[in-house]
């Protein structure tokens, strides 16, 4: 038995037929082929999977397709916006905050939501929001820093934003 | 570099110009050696466009999920298919009866053991495999095997290598021929009677039990495969979680009996190895056997709870050592006693002549004239594994073991742990320096990164501090931990060293092209270690490309050269090697094409490094650059050069690189809690030249983090029927950004003589060094009451244990002032 639904990824409208049980996370990989957002636990722990939930960060893994039919999933194939690489994908490159990449995907999303509630967080409060995401290779360090470069290049965006529009 | 050790084409082994020198060619614009080139990689991984084994899909592509036993210890009675048979969507059930049809319910280990593929007769460890569906999507394979019905006699289970040993002990493998006990071999080194003699002598010996628990490599992507057995042309692809590609095809092709041409083994982007991806799995020959035998694409892609359960465990080692020494701290001997637990099967991953890796490092950076260590290895009912997690082949059980027994001779004596290590490390001028074990370190000056890590730390300070705050009788207690620790990597020499035969050599073929960019392929396999770009970072130094216009392959046995593929920090010393030759054999060759445009003769021409071109010896504006000579080389090839600018190069390293570091930790004892706070962690790792600063401060920042999770979290743990305790992410604790501290890196340089561009290995040199100084500084803290020894993981429980045996509770009488007259309300 399955159920019609729909899922708006990245801005595209997807209708799919999927099974009451079918995990979010595989909705997203095997149906739609957004293989982005990776799993990498069974237990809700390590955050790979993680994407954004109408604007919220969530773990994919840990959610029914079904359950979140009609929602807007953004997926770290949604971040670029027209091949213009977001800050937060900018700072994970600039401070080597990636080796093998697994984890990038679900990282970067967390963090991308630390940053719209907290536009400048302290490495304590970078290091509390990644606490859901696990990553075996960098050691946290780069990735903290990778935030808090994100961080700077968003504030003076929006500055500038600021700016040219007349200070509105 | 002695002569015996010089080979064939070892003109090419050293720069002509005395090597790269990374300080000089900062900034020369093309991404060379020392530079912090930012990664070719990481475009792909921020945008989600890696492709990992999982992301793989193909047309009539089926999923296979295994069927694993609830014991430890059962005999098999019987396999019933039909339910999970009649699950609509499920297209095979496999048992080991169906896979012997093939000679594939077994397959051979690297030990010379043989592992069940499926379980034929007998289950050994919890989580075996024990048959397999195979059906349309994931989900039906779960359900086909939710209705497989399997009937298990119950035995009982031993799960401690020393109770393994008993006489009594259940047998484990009543399947090898005559077997009757659960020890699987001896093994020992160095020269027993010396070293007796070195006790006899000494004025002061002490000995110290240590268990290095069991611990798992846990990358976030687990294992897997996509097996596609193409009927039409007869061949065997398998895109697979691969950190040894070609060794895996030739395993797979001597298993399977289908010829090495008609197997391909690709190894996409890998979510990380640390070890746990060099062995071969049962699943994934499960997968490849489903495909052949149903002609359709199979995929296996294991769940957390089967890597952490199933797949290669680390360490495992109960160690007793002893040391003998003078009054004044000079080691004179040392003696090793190990047991070592290999779980079911004799399945470590290691070179074929080393059942113990190479353990006998043990001797460390110290000039120990006489060692000698006994080894015995046992089965017991648990996963097989050993060798993994940043290990490079149990050097990090030997480097624990020394930098641990130095602390404790340090506290016998009552002399400073970096003053003790200070007078017995080997002096820089003893290197090449052969070691009471029979290895030869290449270069090393312990001293001077001691020093560096002494005056980084404020050593001093952090001594009057620990004491002021025992004056003070502060709730918090001070620890400082050293390791000074020497590494051996790059396996290896092919005369030692050889996985299943294949000596363990590695490669790189480097075809330039006309237009003057190159594809660069090589024999390792990155899982994140950034080869990508630093392998094009040693091309561009050699060739005087720019690293944009170098593309580096790897993980494709059908294009790439054999190599032995990437694990024991093995890449830089030997496939980086093998990439400076063979890029020194084309700048040869291009020398000559140089000779030819700019018609001079070949011995007037000079490599000029800083501008990357050939020039006429004293006319330096007579020259082309390596670009115009690519072009040549296809458009006017001289007469006596075959067209086409290429070469391979195939590198037998005359030895292994010895790369050292100095780590300090200081942490804080919470005498009420137990809990432990790394306040600072200081590592300097020297690694010879270096390729890409930024790469390796990755790198240590990772081993670190995984050597802190060692010391603190981590452990695999049994109850006495067999089941794993801690067997997925609730509770086997990764560390996350809250666990982990800042780090301080630093380094010095001291090249490797024998190494092309005199760089050394460094991966695993922080998961090796950083556990015994964690471990030092704890017990650091505690010293002062007589504390020896604290087994890992130092979790808040255990440490409060060891607190309060030693009287360093706090009382909380002292810290609460109750008033005995006044109970608190009833309300």
Redesign the interface.
């Given at each position: 038995m399955t159920h019609d639904i729909t899922l708006t990824v990245n801005g595209t409208e997807h209708e799919l037929s999927v099974?009451p049980?079918?995990l979010l996370i595989?909705a997203l990989?095997?149906e739609m082929g957004?293989?982005?957002?990776?799993?990498?636990?069974?237990?809700s722990?390590?955050g790979?999977c993680t994407v954004h939930l109408d604007g919220d960060a969530v773990k994919s893994c840990t959610l029914l397709a079904v359950q979140v039919d009609g929602a807007e999933v953004t997926?770290?194939?949604g971040?670029?916006d027209d091949g213009e690489?977001h800050p937060i994908?900018q700072g994970?490159?600039?401070e080597?905050g990636?080796?093998?990449?697994?984890?990038?995907?679900g990282m970067?999303m967390t963090s991308l939501q630390l940053l719209e509630e907290n536009p400048d967080p302290s490495?304590a409060e970078?290091?509390?929001a990644?606490?859901?995401?696990?990553?075996?290779?960098?050691?946290?360090?780069?990735?903290?820093r990778a935030v808090e470069n994100a961080a700077e290049t968003m504030r003076s965006q929006k500055q500038e934003l600021a700016a040219d529009g007349g200070g509105d | 570099m002695s002569s015996e050790t010089e080979k064939p084409d070892a003109k090419y082994r050293h720069d002509e110009d005395g090597g790269p020198d990374p300080e000089a060619h900062h900034g020369h614009g093309r991404g060379g050696m020392g530079q912090e080139v930012k990664r070719k990689e990481d475009r792909r991984f921020i945008t989600g466009r890696g492709n990992y084994v999982d992301d793989i899909k193909k047309d009539g592509m089926l999923h296979c999920h295994v069927v694993r036993s609830p014991h430890a210890h059962a005999y098999v009675k019987s396999i019933n298919k039909e339910r999970a048979l009649n699950v609509d969507g499920v297209v095979a059930v496999l048992t080991a009866e169906d896979l012997a049809e093939y000679d594939l319910a077994t397959m051979p280990t690297l030990m010379d053991d043989t592992q069940d593929v499926l379980v034929q007769d007998k289950v050994k460890f919890q989580s075996q495999e024990v048959a397999a569906v195979i059906a349309t999507d994931r989900y039906i394979a779960k359900d086909g095997a939710d209705k497989v019905e399997v009937k298990y006699e119950t035995l009982d289970a031993v799960v401690d290598a020393r109770k393994a040993l008993e006489p009594d002990a259940p047998l484990v493998r009543d399947d090898i021929e005559d077997n009757d006990s659960n020890h699987i071999f001896t093994w020992e080194t160095g020269d027993k009677e010396a070293t007796e003699k070195a006790f006899e002598d000494a004025d002061v010996t002490v000995e110290q039990d240590m268990y290095y628990q069991r611990i798992h490599p846990a990358p976030i992507e687990t294992c897997g495969c996509v097996a596609d057995w193409d009927t039409a042309n007869e061949k065997m692809t398998v895109h697979l979680t691969s950190q040894a590609p070609h060794a895996h095809r030739t395993l797979f092709s001597m298993v399977s009996g289908i010829p090495e041409h008609k197997v391909r083994i690709v190894s996409p982007d890998v979510g990380g190895g640390f070890g746990n991806k060099v062995p071969i799995y049962p699943g994934y020959v499960i997968a490849a056997a489903a495909s052949y035998v149903i002609g359709q694409p199979v995929k296996w892609v294991e769940e957390r709870s089967e890597n952490i359960q199933t797949t290669h465990f680390a360490r495992d080692y109960e160690m007793t050592g002893r040391v003998a020494a003078t009054k004044d701290g000079i080691i004179q001997g040392i003696d090793v006693d190990v047991l070592a637990d290999h779980g079911a099967y004799n399945a470590a991953a290691q070179p074929s002549k080393f059942p113990a890796g190479f353990f006998k490092i043990f001797t460390g950076s110290y000039d120990v004239p006489a060692a000698y260590c006994k080894l015995d290895a046992a089965y017991t009912n648990t996963a097989p594994g050993g060798i993994a997690y940043r290990c490079s082949f149990r050097v990090t059980e030997a480097v624990y073991l020394i930098e641990r027994m130095v602390k404790v001779l340090s506290q016998e004596l009552d002399m400073d742990p970096a003053e003790i290590r200070r007078k017995n490390f080997i002096p820089k001028e003893a290197f090449p320096y052969e070691s009471a074990t029979g290895w030869t370190y290449d270069s090393g000056d312990y001293e001077r990164a001691l020093d560096k890590a002494l005056d980084a730390v404020d050593y001093d300070g952090l001594r009057e501090e620990q004491q002021r705050r025992l004056d003070a009788d502060d709730d918090k207690l001070l620890g400082i931990g050293f390791s000074t620790f020497t590494e051996i990597v790059g396996a290896g020499p092919g005369k030692q060293c050889d996985i299943a035969g294949v000596e363990m050599f590695d490669s790189a073929e480097i075809r330039v092209h006309p237009t003057g960019n190159a594809t660069v392929r090589i024999g390792v396999q990155t899982q994140g270690q950034g080869h990508e770009t630093t392998f094009a970072q040693i091309v561009a130094e050699e060739l005087g490309l720019d690293v944009e216009d170098i593309t580096v392959e790897h993980g494709d046995t059908d294009t790439d050269p054999y190599g032995l593929g990437t694990y024991a920090s093995r890449s830089t010393p030997v496939g980086g090697a093998a990439t400076a030759v063979a890029a020194r054999k084309v700048r040869e060759k291009a020398k000559s094409i140089a000779a030819n445009e700019l018609e001079v003769a070949e011995e007037d021409i000079v490599w000029d490094r800083s501008s990357g071109a050939f020039q006429v010896k004293g006319a330096p504006d007579r020259g082309v650059t390596m670009k115009e000579v690519a072009f040549a080389s296809y458009t006017n090839s001289p007469a006596n050069e075959e067209p086409g600018l290429e070469a391979v190069d195939y590198y037998d390293p005359p030895n292994m690189t010895f790369p050292f570091g100095a780590y300090v930790c200081v942490v804080e004892v919470d005498r009420e809690t137990g809990e432990v706070d790394i306040r600072k962690f200081y590592a300097l790792d020297d690694c010879g030249n270096r390729i890409n600063p930024m790469v390796i401060e990755g790198q240590v920042h990772g081993g670190l983090a995984q050597g802190i999770a060692t010391a603190m979290l981590e452990e695999v743990t049994f109850d006495d029927n067999g089941n794993v305790t801690a067997g997925d992410f609730m509770n086997y604790l990764l560390p996350t950004a809250m666990e982990i501290p800042h780090m301080d890196t630093d380094y010095t340089v001291t090249p490797s003589p024998h190494h092309p561009i005199g760089a050394k290995g460094v991966g695993e040199s922080p998961t090796v060094g950083s556990p015994p100084a964690i471990v030092n500084a704890v017990v650091d803290a505690m010293a002062h009451a007589g504390v020896r020894h604290i087994d890992m993981p130092m979790t808040p429980d255990r440490v409060w244990s060891v607190l309060n045996e030693a009287g360093l509770t706090l009382d909380p009488a002292e810290r609460f002032e109750f008033d005995a007259g006044e109970t608190p309300a009833d309300d």
């Open positions: 099974e049980r079918t595989h990989r095997d957004y293989t982005g957002p990776n799993v990498g636990c069974e237990s722990m390590c790979a997926t770290v194939e971040l670029a690489f994908q994970f490159q600039e080597h990636l080796q093998c990449g697994y984890c990038t995907p970067m490495e970078i290091r509390e990644l606490e859901g995401n696990l990553c075996r290779c960098t050691g946290y360090q780069n990735i903290v | -």
